[in-house]
Nanobody, 116 residues
Framework: QVQLVESGGGLVQAGGSLRLSCAASGRTFSINSMGWFRQAPGKQRGLVAEITTGGDTRYADSVKGRFTISRDTAKNTAYLQMNSLKPEDTAVYYC??????????WGKGTLVTVSS
């Protein structure tokens, strides 16, 4: 089993920045990729960014050029640096991981609110 705990959410003005962290514990050696999803009120949860063990990254079109995902394997932590935030980025952000057996793990989420 893998446990994920997010931190770093909060309230920020449009144009500002936040950095989210996701600390993994448990069978962290089994993790292949880690990523971030988000869910705004009344909308489905969708991928924001993900990073593989090899360092390959993938981003949603809406955040390309503004968000950067990174991973510190020694600390079993993934980060999401969010710059030039927009009100439409307001959502609950969830950390996600997949292990070698394609088991999915989720954190409880952290709220990001961007005011206009």
């Amino acid at each position: 089993q893998v446990q994920l705990v997010e931190s770093g959410g909060g309230l920020v003005q449009a144009g500002g920045s936040l950095r989210l962290s996701c600390a993994a514990s448990g069978r962290t050696f089994s993790i292949n990729s880690m990523g971030w999803f988000r869910q705004a009120p009344g909308k489905q949860r969708g991928l924001v960014a993900e990073i593989t063990t090899g360092g390959d990254t993938r981003y949603a079109d809406s955040v390309k050029g503004r968000f950067t995902i990174s991973r510190d394997t020694a600390k079993n932590t993934a980060y999401l640096q969010m710059n030039s935030l927009k009100p439409e980025d307001t959502a609950v952000y969830y950390c996600h991981a997949i292990d070698g057996s394609l088991m999915n793990y989720w954190g409880k989420g952290t709220l990001v609110t961007v005011s206009s």
